[in-house]
Structure formats: structure tokens, C-alpha cells
């Protein structure tokens, strides 16, 4: 067993198989809440997490254009969510490798391992999912851009917490009611059911950003806001379009008047 919860997120960066991850993610966030990992410690990651032989991965604009309606239209979406998670683990744990050296607190540490084993049990579903579908993860080409936010906010835990759960977590929160109403309407209530596990959880986990970046902003005398706004347009390649999900975003105490003025249509 590594001594220190930094060394043994990295354990996690290093495995390449999904199910490895998700057991080193379960084992490591059972040994931190009942103390058998005590110290935070610190660790250096790798640029990018191991990876499976598959999926295969594209460039963004290279994706094949997901099939509509059925069940083919059903397990590329649930694929794609699948990946989407498995990277969600990493970044869970890129963050305690990461970061943990540079004195953050305990509670950090608890608020992030309670993010990195959601995200593995969510992983878990999925693939369960599929599976009962006739379908694994891996069948299907992934998006590569996934990690290009963590590399490029590698540098700054301040710049990484603005960008992703700020970001690409909280436009999680804008688009899967819809997706829960599409599998819903399609009569497909396991697939929906799961996505609203997902999606309460995740308004627990972009609430967890927002409250470490404020903080983090505050210790270096910083105006939270202003500084969020300002890493956004310097590290986040796209745009944040509307329409947002208000209540979501409320609910995980996200104000618009964070992410109204970076609105484009």
C-alpha cells in the first residue's frame, strides 16, 4: 500500500484497464475514510493518464456523428457518456496527485475522493449498462480532446478547478435533463435512471469546485468572480453557450453572474 493519498492516486494514472481503475478507486477511497491511507503526501503525474488499447481515439472534428433513436442511437450515447466518466475518474485523481504537496487541507482531500469514487461508480453503470445491451466500452471510437483541459491547467490547480468542474462539469448539468427525457420518452428507464444518479451527483461535484475555487481565489487574495472569468478566457478553448441549466447550477451554488457575461450565442 503506498504511504500517502497522493502516491496512491497515482497508482490509479498508471493502470490503463477501466475495471483496475474503478477497483484501485474503490479501494483507495475505502482506506482514506477508515484510515488506512493517513498522510496526503505528494506525488508528480504523468502529462496524461494510461489508456486502454480501446477505444480508439479521434481528434474532435474526426468523430463519426452519432446515430439517432434505437438502440444503436442508445449505446453510442452511453458509450460516450462511459468515456466521459472514465476520464472523470482520472481527473478526480489528477487532482490529489497533482496538488496535494501545496498544503491544501484534509477536507480537500475528502471532497475529491468522494468525487473520484462517484465518478468510478458511474463508470460502472454505464459499462453495466452497455453490457446489458448487448454492447461493452471500447466497441466505439472516443473523443481525445478530453484531456486537453487538464493538460493545459496542469500548471495551476486554480486554472484546473476554473476549467473543469467550472466548465465541462457544470455543461454536464446543462444537457442531461434532455438526455434523461430523450431515453425516457424512448421507453429506455434503466439508461434514464442511471443518468439521474449521474446527474445529482454531479451537482455535487461542480458545488465542490465552486467551493475549492473560491477558497483557493480568497488564500491568494483574490477577487473569486472576476479571477474565475479571467482564467476561463485564457485557458478554455471553446465557448460557454446557452441556454444553461439555472436551477442545476444554482443548486451547486453556481450564480449566472459568474457565467452570463461569458455567454456567446
Known amino acids: ?82 468515456h466521459i466518466e472514465l476520464n472523470a475518474i482520472d481527473l478526480a485523481w489528477d487532482i490529489l496527485a497533482r496538488y496535494l504537496g501545496e498544503g491544501l487541507p484534509r477536507t480537500f482531500a475528502d471532497d475529491w475522493v468522494t468525487v473520484a469514487s462517484e465518478e468510478a461508480e458511474h463508470h460502472a453503470l454505464l459499462a453495466q449498462r452497455l453490457s446489458r445491451l448487448g454492447a461493452a466500452y471500447g466497441d466505439l471510437p472516443a473523443h481525445d480532446g478530453l484531456w486537453q483541459a487538464a493538460q493545459d491547467t496542469a500548471h495551476d490547480l486554480l486554472a484546473r478547478l476554473a476549467v473543469v468542474p467550472l466548465v465541462l462539469e457544470a455543461r454536464g448539468l446543462d444537457v442531461t435533463p434532455a438526455m434523461i427525457a430523450k431515453l425516457k420518452a424512448a421507453g429506455d428507464e ?13 451537482i455535487g461535484h461542480v458545488a465542490i469546485g465552486k467551493r475549492w475555487f473560491d477558497q483557493v481565489a480568497r488564500d491568494r487574495g483574490l477577487e473569486p468572480k472576476a479571477t474565475w472569468q479571467n482564467l476561463v478566457r485564457q485557458h478554455f478553448k471553446g465557448r460557454l453557450k446557452p441556454p444553461f441549466n439555472q436551477d442545476g447550477r444554482l443548486k451547486a451554488d453556481f450564480p449566472a453572474d459568474y457565467y452570463g457575461p461569458l455567454a456567446t450565442n
Open 1 to 82: 500500500m503506498p504511504r500517502s493519498l497522493a502516491e496512491s492516486a497515482l497508482e490509479v494514472l498508471r493502470v490503463a484497464q477501466p475495471e483496475a481503475k474503478l477497483r484501485l478507486s474503490r479501494e483507495i477511497a475505502a482506506d482514506w475514510r477508515d484510515g488506512r491511507i493517513t498522510e496526503l503526501g505528494s506525488a508528480s503525474p504523468p502529462d496524461r493518464p494510461a489508456r486502454p488499447e480501446r477505444p480508439f481515439l479521434l481528434a474532435p472534428g474526426a468523430m463519426p456523428k452519432r446515430k439517432a433513436g434505437g438502440s444503436a442511437g442508445r449505446i453510442a450515447l452511453l458509450h460516450a457518456l462511459a
Open 190 to 202: 434503466e439508461s434514464a435512471g442511471i443518468l439521474e444518479v449521474i446527474y445529482r451527483d454531479e
